[in-house]
């Protein structure tokens, strides 16, 4: 009876702790190149633009700037698509098989990094009008916009419902700090 009821433990203790692998994150190839368009209407009124030739300089800059990034996508979209379904098919069996992540890792290098080159070059050439064209602080309303806007392109992690919530690191730190370690 002893015994039975510890394995019923122990084997519960073992379904309790055990952790299913997180689900595999859709991959959007757009949004790993940086592709996105800028919200024309929505941007003078987040950088605060009060005068009427500021607005006309940045609706102007924006909407050339979307217009090369849509060429852009254009030109890539078939090479897009398909590392997108090949990413998509493939990733979980690419998690297990490590050449095979090397593989794809590889020609999603290939794929995406020359587009994002691009993309980057012209969002320093906008970002040079806009420094010129702004005050500082709208400037940095701007760059904080522009951050906030491509944090929103990467992928966020499912929240794994099972999982034990983060500890405070601090906690495990701090006796070796009372002994002097330092670390």
């Known amino acids: 009876m002893k015994k039975t009821v510890i394995v019923l433990l122990v084997l519960q203790s073992f379904l309790l702790n055990a952790q299913e692998p997180p689900k595999m994150i859709k991959y959007d190839a757009k949004n790993a190149a940086n592709l996105f368009y ?40 078939q090479q897009l698509r398909e590392l997108q379904t090949l990413v998509n098919s493939i990733g979980e069996q690419a998690r297990t098989n490590p050449d095979l992540n090397r593989k794809l890792r590889k020609n999603i290098e290939i794929v995406i990094l020359p587009i994002r080159d691009s993309v980057k070059k012209f969002e320093e050439k ?58």
């Open 38 to 77: 800028y919200q024309i209407d929505e941007i003078p009124k987040k950088i605060k633009v009060k005068s009427n030739e500021l607005k006309k300089i940045t609706t102007k800059e924006l909407r050339a700037y979307n217009s090369k990034i849509k060429n852009i996508s254009f030109l890539n979209f």
């Open 126 to 183: 906008l970002n040079g009008v806009f420094k010129v064209a702004f005050s500082k602080k709208q400037y940095k309303k701007w760059i904080k916009y522009q951050k906030n806007v491509k944090r929103e392109l990467l992928p966020k992690r499912p929240r794994n419902r099972s999982a034990r919530p983060p500890t405070n690191g601090m906690s495990r730190r701090r006796g070796g700090q009372r002994r002097g370690n330092g670390f």
